[in-house]
């Protein structure tokens, strides 16, 4: 079992940056994937950016590369940087854990995923 704990969002303006973290409880975390997911008012969730475990694999959705980065520590936490932030990235960030194989289409799907934090609230204004 895995509990996770956003922290880290907030209202900031067009082009600013952020750091989201997600806290894991859990001894087994280093053995879990973990992904960053949004979802905007109306929208359905989607997927930002994962990462393997150890580190190993990095994964990115098309709207997050080249201005988010995913990283983890031996503290039990992930983070998702966040650059150059636009009014489309507003959403709900959620964090979550998953086992399982290590592919792009795994990390980027939201059912592989059976832990999920309750999310964190960033907002960008134009």
């Known amino acids: 079992q895995v509990q996770l704990v956003e922290s880290g969002g907030g209202l900031v303006q067009t082009g600013a940056s952020l750091k989201l973290s997600c806290a894991a409880s859990?001894?087994?975390?280093?053995?879990?994937?973990m992904g960053w997911f949004r979802q905007a008012p109306g929208k359905e969730r989607e997927f930002v950016a994962a990462?393997?475990?150890?580190?190993?694999?990095t994964y990115f959705a098309d709207s997050s590369k080249g201005r988010f980065g995913i990283s983890r520590d031996y503290n039990n936490k992930v983070f998702l940087e966040m650059h150059s932030l636009r009014p489309e990235d507003t959403a709900v960030y959620y964090c979550?854990?998953?086992?399982?194989?290590?592919?792009?289409?795994?990390?980027?799907?939201?059912?592989?995923?059976?832990?999920w934090g309750q999310g964190t609230q960033v907002s960008v204004s134009s």
């Open positions: 979550a854990a998953r086992g399982g194989p290590d592919n792009s289409y795994s990390y980027s799907t939201a059912g592989e995923y059976p832990y």
């Open positions: 859990g001894r087994t975390f280093h053995s879990y994937g």
């Open positions: 990462i393997s475990p150890f580190g190993r694999n």
